[in-house]
């Protein structure tokens, strides 16, 4: 199995780009997928650089409805439009970052449904053989606290956004079983537990960010949530691949509490499983 990050919020290796988004190309069982499309085609380039042939993909994941994982869809469907598109019906709400001063519309571009190849789910779905996607996550056992400032318009009233449209893919080749997530704002624990529920057992790898970056600083309840997440995740026999709304700081704190469980991956960077 081999996975590459075409785009992330760091500089990147092999002289790839970055900004703010994520976006995963992988090669698993026979299938060439491509899970989100970062902010804008950025992924694209980098694509290019790393001699990833976009045209070849099968099929495209939307890990949730968020523009910084859905920018580049419209433009790779320019280029693919053999690709089958996947999201959960729920991605096309209208979702917002919402503070006191501040209310911008994060969701997706409003063209991406209307795109022939857009495959909308209503829940758990086989995509192939060793190819699945789930969701549904209802825990809320250390529910990142940058999701307080996510809303969904409903009816003209701001809510609070339950993530109903964030999915999950699984992967499983040659014994292995690797869990994709984008953003994890349903809390990473609580994910693993569905996934447990689901598949029996936790996955050999996940590659995920954590949705624990801030953009005004942390407070000490902030470190001790983080760090919490961290020794959670150290009891699991699994290998964690983060990076993108992670952030740098609460990454390095968690590092040192998993070591080499742990570990970041930068736009361009291969993992082979």
């Not at 081999?2 to 900004?19: P, Q, Y």
């Not at 709400?93 to 190849?117: A, F, M």
């Not at 829940?123 to 969701?135: P, Q």
């Not at 999950?168 to 609580?190: D, M, P, T």
Request: hydrophobic letters at 35%; charged letters at 25%.
């Amino acid at each position: 199995m081999r996975i590459v990050n075409l785009v992330e919020n760091t500089k990147g290796s092999k002289g790839c780009l970055f900004e703010h988004g994520l976006s995963f190309y992988i090669e698993s069982g026979g299938h060439k997928l491509l899970v989100d499309t970062g902010a804008t085609d950025l992924f694209m380039k980098n694509a290019q650089i790393l001699g990833v042939d976009l045209s070849q993909i099968q099929k495209l994941v939307l890990s949730h409805g968020h523009y910084d994982h859905s920018g580049g869809i419209l433009t790779f469907a320019q280029i693919n439009s053999k690709a089958d598109i996947y999201m959960q019906r729920t991605a096309i709400g209208e979702y917002y970052h919402k503070e006191e001063n501040e209310e911008r519309y994060i969701g997706i571009d409003r063209d991406i449904p209307t795109l022939p190849q857009v495959k909308f789910l209503n829940g758990n779905a086989k995509l192939a053989d060793g190819v699945t996607i789930f969701c549904d996550v209802q825990g809320r056992k250390l529910w990142p606290d940058g999701n307080t400032v996510l809303k969904e318009k409903r009816d003209g009233e701001f809510v609070q956004d339950e993530f109903a449209h964030e999915q999950y893919l699984v992967l499983e080749e040659n014994g292995k079983r690797v869990l994709i997530s984008g953003c994890a704002h349903n809390g990473i624990l609580n994910i693993l537990e569905r996934f447990e529920e689901l598949y029996t057992g936790v996955p050999d790898a996940v590659f995920s960010g954590f949705h624990m970056k801030k953009k005004n600083g942390y407070t000490q309840e902030d470190y001790k949530l983080i760090a919490q997440v961290a020794k959670e995740l150290k009891k699991i026999p699994t290998m964690f691949y983060t990076g993108h709304c992670t952030g740098e700081e609460p990454y390095l704190l968690m590092k040192e509490i998993m070591g080499a469980q742990l570990t970041y991956i930068h736009s361009g960077d291969e993992i082979i499983l």
